[in-house]
């Protein structure tokens, strides 16, 4: 088993910036791949951005190239999403996942990124 929590949400003018935090713990040694997704009112969950166990390749959602940012720390089993000029589209409730070299995706409860002015 593997628990995640996520920490960094907040409320952000357009144009702002957040950095979400993701913090692994329990089975850390079966973790692979880690991601961020996210989920909106209304609509479904998405994919934002994931990152192999190594760090070395990265896919973003369209939506997000160019303002994203993600990247990890396998020394802290931490994972983060620096997020830039944001937009009132982005706000969503945000999704740490990892999947483990079984195959197994877990999630985090989220955390909530409302940009508004």
């Known amino acids: 088993q593997v628990q995640l929590v996520e920490s960094g949400g907040g409320l952000v003018q357009p144009g702002g910036s957040l950095r979400l935090s993701c913090a692994a713990s329990?089975?850390?040694?079966?973790?692979?791949?880690m991601g961020w997704y996210r989920q909106a009112p209304g609509k479904e969950r998405e994919l934002v951005a994931t990152i192999t166990r190594g760090g070395g390749i990265t896919n973003y959602a369209d939506s997000v190239k160019g303002r994203f940012t993600i990247s990890r720390d396998n020394t802290k089993n931490t994972v983060h999403l620096q997020m830039s000029s944001l937009k009132p589209e982005d706000t969503a409730i945000y999704y740490c996942?990892?999947?483990?070299?079984?195959?197994?995706?877990?999630w985090g409860k989220g955390t909530l990124v409302t940009v508004s002015s």
């Open positions: 996942n990892v999947r483990t070299i079984y195959g197994i995706n877990y």
């Open positions: 329990g089975s850390i040694f079966s973790i692979d791949a």
